[in-house]
């Protein structure tokens, strides 16, 4: 061993043999605890590479049994919470109910008034009462306030008081207005809170496609019409409506050679009294059989009577047994 290189060359001489000085025995009795640190270290990372292997090992089988079990599960879920699939767009005459077609804003308070709804005001004035209605379901309401001042109505008086639930927001729209005589129009794509007067005044004209409730035969529409006239606002009707075929005598299930002459209506007979004033009748209704509608004039409210019983035959028509 070399006396000038490594540990031996700060060695101390002690007589006939070389000694190691302090510092060298120090490190050289610590070289036992260096190995048993290093093998122990190596045996932790030969453990953690296992366990590492084991897991990428595993890993597709835990992947392929997650992807069955959820199938599985998707397979057995209920009919009421698996996704809808998709359905072809309806057709124009199967979701147009009149003409001409409203805006969107109009269809889309038109759908609103039909939705269900929870009135709870005490002491509310009315434009509190509409700001609310605004933000809850998402169309303009305006007050005919020129209107309303000409009656003495006060928008800001604190004397409406309504506690409903559940009901329609039509139902409890109007039960609101009727404390203060008022009504509502839809136009102008708003609906306008006015007097109940001027509300009644106005008339719209609507075509009405019934096609599906005459079964496209003239005979038919006769029976529509009279459950029109005696269902929506009785005894404001015209009397003698021009009904498409001029003015006629009476309507027959048969007329003419073959069945082949279109029916007739007389004008219903007055009940009225005779000298007694006739009221200004004017509501009208007329019927095309060649497109299968009926033209109907009439108040906004009575519009949407017409419709509410137009909806309920077509239910009652859908359930009905088959011949």
């Known amino acids: 061993m070399s006396a000038t290189f490594g540990p031996w060359?700060?060695?101390?001489?002690?007589?006939?043999?070389?000694?190691?000085?302090?510092?060298?025995?120090?490190?050289?009795?610590?070289l036992p605890q260096l190995a048993r640190l290093q093998s122990r270290i190596s045996g932790r990372g030969r453990w953690c590479l296992i366990l590492w292997s084991l897991a990428l090992l595993g890993l597709?089988?835990?992947?392929?049994?997650?992807?069955?079990?959820?199938a599985k599960s998707?397979?057995?879920?209920?009919?009421?919470v698996k996704p809808a699939a998709p359905t072809a767009a309806p057709s124009e005459s199967a979701t147009m109910e009149f003409f001409p077609e409203l805006s969107r804003k109009e269809q889309k308070i038109l759908r609103e008034l039909e939705m269900p709804t929870t009135f709870d005001f005490t002491d509310e004035t009315l434009k509190g009462i509409a700001d609310t209605l605004m933000q809850r379901h998402g169309f303009d309401i305006v007050i005919d306030k020129v209107r309303l001042e000409e009656n003495s109505?006060?928008?800001?008086?604190?004397?409406?008081?309504?506690k409903v639930s559940e009901v329609s927001l039509r139902s409890a729209l109007r039960l609101t207005l009727r404390q203060k005589n008022l009504g509502y129009v839809i136009e102008d794509d708003v609906l306008?809170?006015?007097?109940?007067?001027?509300s009644e005044a106005g008339r719209i004209t609507r075509t009405y496609p019934v096609h599906d409730l005459v079964d496209g035969s003239a005979i038919d529409f006769p029976a529509l019409m009279e459950a029109i006239r005696q269902g929506v606002t009785p005894g404001s009707w015209r009397e003698g409506t021009d009904l498409g075929y001029g003015s006629g005598a009476s309507y027959s299930s048969g007329g003419g050679a073959g069945g082949s002459s279109p029916p007739s209506l007389s004008p219903p007979t007055s009940s009225k009294p005779s000298g007694a004033k006739a009221p200004d009748l004017q509501n009208t209704i007329s019927m095309v059989p060649a497109s299968g509608s009926l033209v109907i004039r009439q108040s906004s409210r009575g519009h949407d009577e017409v419709l509410t019983l137009l909806r309920a035959l077509r239910k009652a028509k859908a359930r009905a047994p088959m011949p």
């Open 60 to 70: 597709p089988t835990w992947l392929a049994t997650a992807r069955a079990q959820d």
């Open 153 to 162: 109505v006060a928008t800001d008086a604190t004397d409406v008081n309504l």
């Open 74 to 80: 998707r397979a057995t879920l209920p009919a009421a």
């Open 9 to 30: 060359a700060t060695s101390m001489s002690t007589g006939n043999r070389l000694e190691l000085n302090t510092f060298w025995k120090r490190r050289m009795l610590m």
């Open 192 to 198: 306008m809170i006015t007097t109940a007067e001027a």
